[in-house]
Every structure is written in C-alpha cells, then in structure tokens.
Nanobody
Framework: QVQLVESGGGLVQPGGSLRLSCAAS????????MSWYRQAPGKERELVAV????????NYADSVKGRFTISRDNTKNTVYLQMNSLKPEDTAVYYC????????WGQGTQVTVSS
C-alpha cells in the first residue's frame, strides 16, 4: 500500500523556520522524483519545489527561491522541505507528491505563519 505521510507543519511567527518531512512507503522511493506543493485557502494548488530521483533540485517557485530548500534521503525514504524566513503568504496546506509513470499524493500538513 502506497503511503506518503507529511509532518512538521504548525504555527510559526513571521521570519521563523520549519522543516517539513514526507515519509514514503509502498513503492520504490529512489526511483521517483519528489515534489512539494502548497494550497492556500481559495487558491489553486501550486508547485513549490522539485527534486529528481538522483537528488538534483530544481523548479523552485519564484516566491520561495532563496528561502526554501528541498532535499531527500533515499536511505530513509523521506523528502524534506526546509523553510526559512517564513512569511504570512506562505500559509497553506503543504503536500508532497511522488512522480514517475503515475503520481502519488500525501494528505498534507498545515503551515500557518502568523504573529
């Protein structure tokens, strides 16, 4: 059974940091590219960052460049999103996605940036 379980979300003040994790199981994690998406209330889901199966990063959203970093540990079947200098506009539900011939999605984790 394929599972993607996000964790690490929560409430943080502007300027703070969070590290999201997405633990994968039920498929060959190392063969999939991994992505983080987010969806704010009333807005469409948007791509945040992508990392290839080989660990090459790319396709950061312009709004997060220089602040967010995606990484993966294939020994732990986990992808991470380090988020620094958080802003209120980063508030959203964050989802991870595994992609190869088909896509798998996690259930999401809420990130709220507020003072």
């Amino acid at each position: 059974q394929v599972q993607l379980v996000e964790s690490g979300g929560g409430l943080v003040q502007p300027g703070g940091s969070l590290r999201l994790s997405c633990a994968a199981s039920g498929f060959t994690f190392s063969g999939y590219s991994m992505s983080w998406y987010r969806q704010a209330p009333g807005k469409e889901r948007e791509l945040v960052a992508v990392i290839s199966s080989a660990g090459i990063t790319g396709n950061y959203a312009d709004s997060v460049k220089g602040r967010f970093t995606i990484s993966r540990d294939n020994t732990k079947n986990t992808v991470y999103l380090q988020m620094n200098s958080l802003k209120p506009e980063d508030t959203a539900v964050y989802y991870c996605k595994a992609s190869r011939r088909i896509d798998y999605w996690g259930q999401g984790t809420q990130v709220t940036v507020s003072s």
